[in-house]
Every structure is written in C-alpha cells, then in structure tokens.
C-alpha cells in the first residue's frame, strides 16, 4: 500500500511536466520567430540607401539641412502615421511609421489646398522618399496652383537633383521652383495655393515618402536648372 501510495503522486506530476515543457517550447519558439523577424526588419533597412547631396533630413531634429544649417521652412509634412492632407487619384496610399506609402496606379499625389504660401521667399521644394518596388516610368514633374491658374503643364518643375531613385533607394529630390521647367518665373511671382506630385508615368511602382517640405533657398546660385543643350545647326544641303 505504501509503495501504491508513493507513485500516485508521480503519475499526477506527469501531465503537469509535459504541459510545462510544452510551454517552454511554445515560447522558445515564438522568441525565436520573433528575433528573425526583427533580424529580417533590420536586413531590409540596411539594404536601403541613401543618396548623398546637399540637402539631408536630420531626424532628432526633424528639419530638413544644407551643409549642417537647418532650412527655413513654411510647410512640412512628415506623414507619422497620417496621410496629413494629402490625396492620391487611383493609388493605393497608406500611412505608416515610416511615411505614406504608395503604390502607384495614377502618379498624382496632391497636397492639402490654402497653402498661401509666397513663392518669391519659398522656392525650394523637398521630397525625401524611398523606392519600394521598380516601375516602368519614371516622372518626378511637380505641378502647383495659384489664385491666378489652377493646375496645367504650362506650369512645373522636375527635381534638379534626386530623381529616379534605385530600387531600395532613399533620396531628396530638390525641386528649384524658381526655375521651372515650364511656366518661367510664375512660382516666384505668385501665392502658391497647392502642389501635385507626379511620381511616374505607368502603374506598378511604390515608393514610401517620408516627409514633403517647401522651403527657402539659401543660396540663390545653387540648384540651378541645367541649360537644354542647344540644338545642332541643319547641315547645309549639297550643291547640285
């Protein structure tokens, strides 16, 4: 009876222990599940680069800088967990920690309206983002309105520097507004009510934006727009 008596207990231990050692492995086998998730967060953002230039986004201070000095800025938009006004026509756009993302259908992304900002001390525009997935074309053109003309391709820049970033890719374009591509100088003399980012031409790409900002330019002489190279002279028709 003693010996019946010893062994009952053990044979109540035995589910206990295997529910223990279950426990044990369930856990061992989450934190392993989540260590390679983080490990495969952190591969991803090495993977990522970032474009050198004068213009870098400084994130303790969130201000965007040029050779160190922080940007005087009338609008910024970092997109931390809000799309902040912004509205896409066909692209899938998704606020993140890191940005808003998009995947293109439509390249247009427009900005909230009632900027009234002064185009004449505010002609630098900044987009900071990263390449996601390749696309087929690339645009990069920004388009603006004004109390005087809505939206028009009579009237845009494209990024003096940054554009077209890689796949995985991370860089500013600098859009010199004060030099458009076409319209002259209609930013510099105008109230700039909205801005209307093309990204590209044809579906497919993605890019996170991480922040979009308008600020003044520092240095008249840099950003310039390059010069069209002049066209060839037609060459003389033979004599007869």
Not at 100 to 115: I, Q, W
Not at 148 to 177: C, D, R
Not at 183 to 204: A, T, Y
């Amino acid at each position: 009876m003693l010996r019946q008596f010893r062994r009952e207990p053990l044979r109540n231990l035995i589910p206990t222990v295997a529910l223990i050692l279950l426990a044990a492995t369930t856990l061992s086998a989450c934190d392993k599940s989540e260590q390679q998730a983080a490990e495969s967060r952190a591969a991803a953002k090495a993977a990522q680069t970032e474009r050198a230039g004068p213009i870098s986004w400084n994130a303790s201070a969130a201000v965007f800088e040029m050779n160190g000095a922080p940007l005087r800025t009338a609008r910024l938009w970092t997109f931390r967990d809000s799309a902040d006004g912004f509205a896409a026509v066909g692209s899938k756009i998704a606020p993140t920690a890191d940005g808003l993302s998009m995947t293109v259908a439509d390249p247009t992304l427009r900005s909230p309206k009632g900027l009234a900002i002064d185009g004449a001390d505010y002609q630098l525009v900044l987009v900071r983002l990263t390449r996601t997935a390749a696309g087929e074309a690339w645009n990069g053109a920004l388009y603006y309105s004004t109390p005087g003309h809505p939206e028009s391709g009579q009237y845009f820049g494209k990024p003096v520097i940054g554009g077209n970033p890689a796949l995985s890719e991370t860089t500013t374009m600098v859009y010199n507004m004060g030099q458009l591509v076409m319209g002259g100088g209609d930013w510099s003399q105008s109230i700039i009510n909205q801005i209307r980012l093309d990204i590209e031409d044809k579906p497919g790409g993605a890019f996170v934006i991480h922040q979009i900002a308008i600020v003044q330019n520092p240095d008249a002489s840099a950003f310039r727009r390059p010069e069209a190279a002049p066209k060839p002279a037609p060459a003389p028709a033979e004599a007869p």
